[in-house]
């Protein structure tokens, strides 16, 4: 009995050792290297398929995809050290701040904004907290609504494409898909795409948009002291007496273009993500040198920032990666497909259970590390089972996007924690998220009871 349920102990040892703060990469690669070992001197795990390891290794490297990665890195950084986000937030808070609830209504549209151009969520939260949270509180927001606007805003990096994290999910699913038809003895292999994603997430980002301002508008509305309506916005060293319309233009232009290029070119089918990232990666250096913010010492600031997320993020893949081998040495997903065959509902009991898991690892676990390791488990089982790819990934996304407002855990807390005034507890961020993540958890609950909100577009653009 101990011996069939090693996977689950793998599992569960990952999760105690990732609780305790041990490295992400090291953690997955030493406890699959540990079991594998302990398997070898037990004769219940053949060590023969630890040669397969260095050309899973290849693989990854060899993998166009995922060269998307560091190109939507360095633009996201790129942007945020050239100040349009800055400009951009000014200039909205301008426009918007003397309706009820105008500042935080102008946070959630540059929010939106930034993801669509981005995508990194740590970028977006400290800007935000930076710039707007003072603001807020100085005209007498309440602590909670204002850290719950920011913090969710920052989020949407998440699923608005393009989404680094679409850009993992892609990948991990694409796989889990051919997987899943090999299974069923499919021998012409369909696929599943970035691209799929980004164009089947694009509903449901405006959608979770339009969730946020409602709720913001409903506050301003019903409990106009937690968002008073103000006659001062955000300062900035810009010409006072330029018209407002005319600056806010002006800042919107360099994102809607940039927007275009990118976002634009996937939907259209001009270029593949990768080939988006490029384009987007120079439009950043573009931008950042129209504005007059690129110098040496900034590239310089900007390579080191991209050299260091890339680098975390393929070390992570790396040890998921051996993880995975181990886990399907010892029959893991064997083990997971039994288990949820015997689960009652079928396919929608089996996925009621996988969405609740993530959701829960969201709480003590990063988006990647749910990526990486829970994904490839369960996800060629689910598949297998009929359900729509394109539909499962938006609907992991979005459950994944609860990771970074679930407390203890949640990176875009942290974030805010780090850039917010002493004068904010910690307490008032946590109350603050908790709408917002109930927000996106009606957003999963319409997008199962509506897949086509999510699959109509994709089929639509084939």
Not at 25 to 48: C, E, H, K, M, N
Not at 118 to 128: E, K, P, S, W, Y
Not at 185 to 198: A, H, K, P, R
Not at 338 to 352: K, Q
Request: include cysteine.
């Amino acid at each position: 009995m101990l011996i069939e349920f090693l996977p689950l102990w793998m599992f569960a040892a990952v999760c105690l050792l990732l609780m305790l703060g041990y490295p992400v990469a090291f953690t997955l690669a030493g406890v699959a290297l540990l079991f594998a070992g302990g398997g070898i001197i037990a004769g219940v795990f053949d060590p023969s398929l630890m040669h397969t390891f260095p050309s899973r290794i290849f693989g990854i490297m060899s993998n166009y995809t995922l060269v998307a990665v560091p190109l939507f890195v360095f633009m996201g950084v790129m942007l945020e050290k050239s100040r349009l986000a800055e400009t951009l937030l000014s200039n909205m808070a301008r426009a918007c701040g003397r309706l009820p609830g105008g500042l935080g209504l102008s946070v959630i549209l540059v929010g939106a904004m930034l993801a669509a151009s981005t995508g990194i969520v740590g970028a977006t939260v400290v800007t935000m907290g930076l710039m707007s949270l003072p603001t807020m509180l100085r005209h007498g927001y309440h602590p909670s609504l204002a850290t719950g606007t920011i913090c969710a805003t920052g989020t949407l990096g998440q699923i608005i494409p393009p989404s680094i994290a679409l850009v993992l999910l892609g990948d991990v699913l694409s796989n889990a898909y051919q997987q899943a038809q090999l299974r069923l003895g499919v021998l012409n292999l369909q696929t599943v795409s970035v691209g799929d994603l980004f164009v089947g997430a694009v509903v449901p980002g405006l959608i979770l948009v339009l969730l946020y301002i409602v709720y913001l508008l409903a506050v301003a509305r019903f409990a106009p002291h937690k968002a008073p309506t103000v006659t001062q916005t955000l300062e900035d060293n810009s010409d006072s007496t330029a018209p407002t319309g005319g600056r806010l233009w002006l800042s919107l232009v360099p994102v809607l273009v940039l927007i275009a290029l990118v976002l634009g070119s996937i939907l259209t089918g001009v270029a593949t993500p990768t080939e988006a990232a490029g384009v987007g990666a120079m439009g950043a250096l573009i931008l950042a040198a129209a504005q007059r913010q690129l110098n040496r010492e900034r590239l310089l600031d900007v390579m080191r920032s991209t050299v260091r997320i890339s680098a975390m993020i393929f070390t992570i893949l790396l040890g998921a990666s051996l993880f995975s081998l181990v886990f399907r040495g010892f029959g893991g997903e064997e083990l997971v497909h039994e288990l949820f065959s015997n689960l009652p509902g079928g396919h929608i009991g089996a996925l009621l259970v996988v969405m609740l898991v993530i959701f829960l690892l969201g709480f003590i676990l990063d988006f990647i590390e749910i990526t990486f390791v829970v994904v490839p488990i369960v996800g060629p089982v689910l598949l297998a089972m009929g359900i729509d790819p394109i539909w499962l990934g938006i609907m992991i996304a979005i459950n994944l996007q609860t990771s970074f407002l679930t407390p203890p855990f949640g990176f875009a807390l942290f974030y805010l924690r780090g850039v917010a005034p002493d004068s904010v507890a910690t307490a008032d961020i946590y109350r603050g998220v908790a709408p917002f993540i109930a927000l996106q958890l009606c957003l999963l609950a319409a997008l199962a009871i509506w897949p086509g909100l999510v699959t109509w577009l994709p089929s639509i653009m084939r």
